[in-house]
Each structure stands twice: as C-alpha cells, then as structure tokens.
C-alpha cells in the first residue's frame, strides 16, 4: 500500500524526538507492507478514521482504496481530543 502523510502528520512527527518519530514511521511502514501492529477503528468521526498504536503513540489515518493516508500522530494522551 501507498503511505501519504498530510501536512499536520508532518508537523507532527518533526516535534517528536527524532529516535521517536524513527519507530514510528518504521512501525507504519511495517503495517502498510505487511499488515503488521494494533489496529482499531475509531468510532465517532465523520470519516472513518483508524489508529496504530506505537508504543506511546498513536498514529491517525485513513484509508482510501490502496492509499493510507496519515492524519496525525500524537501521544495517547493527547490523541483523541
């Protein structure tokens, strides 16, 4: 699958420590190729919206057709506000 990351998601990942951010784009990569790692539907958003959880991150995204589109990534206690 395709991976894109919106501007927000980014910004996002350049504000996370840079060993931090590593693990998670690896950790995303590894499920777009493989379908590896905790995945859950949100429920509650207009557009279907799941999340991966890394560690004390999670990542945000969507899905369209082959394309995962990350929306942000934040850390858990902050991810769902």
């Known amino acids: 699958m395709e991976v894109?990351?919106?501007?927000?998601a980014e910004r996002d990942?350049?504000?996370l420590p840079a060993?931090?951010?590593r693990v998670?784009?690896?950790a995303f990569a590894a499920y777009a190729a493989r379908g590896l790692g905790d995945?859950?539907?949100l429920r509650d958003f207009k557009v279907p919206?799941?999340?991966l959880r890394v560690g004390r991150y999670r990542?945000?995204?969507r899905r369209e057709g082959r394309v995962l589109i990350v929306v942000a990534v934040s850390?858990?206690?902050?991810a769902y506000r």
């Open 4 to 8: 894109l990351y919106e501007r927000s």
């Open 13 to 15: 990942l350049a504000r």
């Open 19 to 21: 060993a931090d951010a």
């Open 24 to 26: 998670v784009v690896d």
């Open 39 to 41: 995945i859950k539907k």
């Open 49 to 51: 919206t799941w999340r």
């Open 59 to 61: 990542v945000l995204y």
């Open 75 to 78: 850390n858990r206690k902050d």
